[in-house]
């Protein structure tokens, strides 16, 4: 998963439509799956804030689409 819009990424970011933080676990990002799962988890069932776990939906499939490893700078 070298650079954005790559195949891994994209892949990634469908997860993530299914369910938040999906999509950062099938790129090995472990606590960024976790936060991003929690905080929309905790967000969609309170009452009132469930607009703002809408949003932190949608930034999951962003940054998963967006990611950029590490060693794909490298190269």
């Known amino acids: 998963m070298a650079r954005p819009g790559s195949g891994g990424n994209v892949l990634a970011a469908i997860c993530c ?10 790129q090995g990002r472990i606590f960024a799956a976790l936060l991003f799962f929690v905080v929309s988890g905790v967000l969609y069932f309170s009452f009132i804030l469930w607009i703002a776990g809408a949003f932190v939906h949608l930034w999951s499939i962003i940054d998963a689409a967006r990611y ?3 060693s794909g700078l490298l190269e």
Do not use: D, E, H, T
């Not at 439509?17 to 099938?26: C, H, M, S, Y």
């Open 68 to 70: 950029r490893s590490l």
């Open 17 to 26: 439509i299914f369910l938040p933080g999906l999509g950062q676990l099938v």
